[in-house]
């Protein structure tokens, strides 16, 4: 079925895919042992790949995005606690953030859940939210933003609970939840 909107056809005869350039575990930039490669985030030309397991030290490597050349790694200096110490790694309004996981899924324990916000590729992480009230609830391996620093939210999933926490003018607020239900059952994402 065709769209009716024109703007969103196209001729799938004439597309034609060129490799760039490709990179292998050997490069060095992901990993697929510990620290895993968790999640990339794109921001002005360049990936920025999360690598990250339970206990290893994470380290986000910065790649230029139309080479595949290193061009470094962003500071995690003072990033720590959870599960896992960073999860999940999203640009949003000029900026990167970063959240850490903070239980394990089937951990009955509970953790406190920290979001991280990284100004510029030289900066310090600086840690924008501590939440210990939800931390029972494994968040962090899914996470997404809206809006903008001044007027937005930080969103995460787990199961079929959804956590969001609104930002107004650069500060985090307190957090917000939705419990999922189908016909009165709740579900998962």
Known sequence: VEPEDPDYTFDDQNIVLTEVWKKTTADGWFSLSAPVTRSMA??????YVLN????ATPVINIVDAYTGTAKGTLSVDGVAGGAVILSNIVAFDG??????????????????LKIYRWDSD????????????????????????????S?????????????????????VGNAQTIALTKSGEAFSL
């Open 42 to 47: 794109y921001k002005d030309g360049k990936l």
């Open 52 to 55: 990250a397991r339970s206990s």
């Open 95 to 112: 900026k990167i953030y970063a959240s850490n996981r903070a239980t394990a899924p089937s951990s009955a324990a509970s953790g406190t």
């Open 122 to 149: 030289t900066s310090a992480p600086t840690v924008i939210k501590e939440d210990a009230t939800h931390g029972s609830l494994a968040l962090g391996g899914k996470m997404m933003l809206s809006g903008n620093s």
């Open 151 to 171: 007027n937005g939210r930080i969103w995460f999933c787990q199961g079929s609970t959804v956590v969001y926490y609104d930002i107004t003018n650069g500060t």
